[in-house]
């Protein structure tokens, strides 16, 4: 999960909030990059655990010094190529815990700061400069086009994700009358380690694609599944 105080172009934190979906790297790389940059906080938060999203979102408030939460980034999620054959219901479960029990219960806890700043932002559009959710998905989880990436059925991953979606959906529509934003983003097929060198999309380009994403969501994205260039992607 990532999150933001202010959404601002051009600030460093978008970039370094960028950096920690592909560099990976752990402890070592978040403190690198809190060294970098002071307006960086590391928060620990497990998204399996209630409690520890609850203390998160309690830590958060306190650094918010009263302000509230224009942009919040669910983009934990864990990876499973299993087949009919050898899924197992663990397997199963612990996908959905993470890729969509996860999401809920840290929108649910953060909520109240998400809702503060939209009430106060001087930006009555909705964007990621008044409030606004992204939930990270991938172009796999459509049941139209997911073939397309990969004929691999990837059970447990496939279906959290496509539920990631439904859920997102379910929040653009709870949420609009507080005018807070709700999108799923498909990153694009990344040479990084779960997508391998095989895939075709570098770091950066996809990096970039949706830092200018983000930039330009408005009111007429919410609810919607894009992809990291901003095209708009079936269910």
């Not at 172009?9 to 402890?27: D, F, H, N, P, S």
């Not at 509230?68 to 190529?81: E, F, K, P, Q």
């Not at 539920?163 to 529509?173: P, Q, R, Y």
Request: aromatic share 6%.
């Amino acid at each position: 999960m990532s999150i933001y105080h202010r959404w601002s172009a051009g600030t460093a934190l978008r970039t370094a909030w960028l950096e920690l979906i592909y560099l990976g790297g752990g402890v070592k790389t978040l403190n690198d990059l809190a060294s970098k940059h002071s307006n960086i906080h590391i928060i620990q938060l497990e998204v399996e655990d209630q409690s520890s999203v609850k203390a998160a979102a309690l830590e958060v408030e306190s650094l918010l010094h009263g302000k509230g939460l224009n942009l919040l980034i669910n983009n934990a999620g864990v990876n499973s190529y299993a087949t009919l054959e050898t899924v197992e219901q663990q397997e199963m479960l612990s996908a959905f815990n993470t890729n969509v029990v996860g999401p809920i219960l840290v929108v649910k806890e953060f909520l109240p700061l998400l809702k503060k700043a939209a009430r106060e932002a001087a930006i009555k559009e909705m964007s990621c400069q008044r409030a606004a959710i992204i939930n990270i998905t991938s172009k796999l989880a459509s049941i139209e086009r997911g073939f397309e990436v990969m004929k691999g059925p990837m059970y447990p991953y496939r279906a959290s994700k496509a539920a990631l979606n439904m859920v997102t959906v379910c929040f653009a529509l709870e949420l609009k009358e507080e005018e807070i934003l709700c999108t799923v983003i498909h990153p694009g097929w990344v040479k990084t380690d779960m997508g391998t060198e095989q895939a075709p999309v570098t770091v950066q380009n996809s990096v970039q694609g949706i830092l200018n994403v983000l930039a330009n969501l408005s009111s007429a994205s919410n609810g919607a599944f894009l992809d990291w260039e901003g095209n708009t992607l079936p269910w």
